[in-house]
């Protein structure tokens, strides 16, 4: 590995006490992990150069947030030509769906969608209206199926994720397999349709097959307008909260997580990525505030990446939740 690489970031902080957001130039050296961090407007270093094991290549991406010694750092450009050439050219966001019918293998999707290299940036469990189910498939019209879609799209709860990798298009439809379930048995027996599908409607999960299509699809699930896209999946009944905190979500344990909560019973009927800030998550601990003394660290690691929220409720299951998830330490 070359040690005098470096790439570079142009960094947001917003910083609470003076409530602005300033503007640092981030320097990254891949070949011993140490960062440096200059202050643009005031033309100061703000940190010298320190290795700093908890940052990774794979993280630094345009639009990610990152904590660099418990700031949270949204990266908002490339700070160079050198960097935006050897990160910017191939990195891709595409819409991964999940379908009414694999809802219960959400799990096993999950796990190999992080398993081939993708991160997901954001997740939530929706329930489709039919307007909303007509928009999604507007290209598929005039089709004879049209209706059975419709109706199979708005039967039960889709989990709507937005992936990212190299040619994560591309990618992502080569691990779906063919729409056809049983085609994808006999050409791509591991692909997810072959794994999980049934058929040609009840086919486990979607992907958009261009560029065009993946940003109208994302922005009806996610909406970059500050909507809300469709509504969430929470009963708000004989429930509880379960949270899964940042650092499972990264190193890649969701889908784990998701059938271990299956497997004993539960039925996870709500689900969403957040990436919470300081003053939220100060506040949702504040009950441990001077009771447990690991409080500050709890705090730093809940919003030092996304977590996922879910409702749980218990079906048939003969322990608590509470006490299913164990000890607070492990």
């Known amino acids: 590995m070359n040690h005098s690489e470096r790439f570079v970031f142009i960094a947001e902080w917003y910083d609470p006490n003076a409530s602005l957001l300033r503007r640092y130039e981030l320097l990254f050296y891949p070949g011993d992990g140490s960062v440096e961090m ?56 595409t819409l991964a769906l999940i379908k009414p019918d694999a809802i219960s293998k959400a799990g096993e999707i999950i796990e190999i969608i992080n398993k081939t290299g993708f991160t ?38 889709v989990i709507a994720m937005e992936i990212l990798r190299d040619d994560a298009i591309c990618e992502w439809k080569r691990l779906l397999g063919p729409a056809n379930s ?13 794994l999980f599908g049934t058929d040609g409607i009840r086919n486990a999960a979607h992907g958009p097959d261009a560029f065009a299509s993946a940003a109208r699809e994302m922005e009806l699930f996610f909406p970059s307008s ?20 940042p650092h499972a979500v990264s190193e890649g344990l969701l889908g784990k997580i998701l059938m271990a909560i299956r497997d004993a019973g539960f039925e996870i009927s709500a689900m969403q990525m957040f990436n919470m800030d300081r003053v939220n998550v100060e506040e949702f601990y504040e009950v441990y505030k001077g009771v447990v003394s690991e409080y500050n660290e709890m705090v730093t690691e809940m919003y030092s990446g996304p977590c ?23």
């Open 182 to 194: 049983g085609v994808a048995r006999t050409d791509a027996s591991g692909s997810i349709r072959a």
């Open 38 to 93: 200059h202050d643009v407007k005031n033309h100061r270093t703000f940190l010298k150069r320190t290795k700093y094991d908890s940052l990774r290549l794979e993280d630094l991406y345009i639009g990610n947030k990152v904590n660099v010694f418990s700031r949270q750092l949204v990266l908002i450009d490339y700070g160079d030509q050198y960097t935006a050439r050897q990160l910017g050219s191939r990195k891709e966001k």
């Open 308 to 330: 996922v929220a879910m409702e749980i409720q218990q079906k048939n299951s003969t322990k608590t939740f509470r006490e299913f998830c164990g000890p607070a330490d492990p």
């Open 120 to 157: 997901i940036t954001k997740l939530k469990m929706m329930m489709l209206s039919r307007k909303e189910a007509l928009d999604f498939h507007v290209d598929h019209q005039s089709r004879p199926f049209f209706n059975e879609l419709i109706q199979f799209i708005t039967t039960g709860p």
């Open 226 to 245: 500050g909507g809300c896209g469709p509504a969430n999946t929470a009963k708000f009944t004989n429930c509880t909260c379960c949270i899964i905190k």
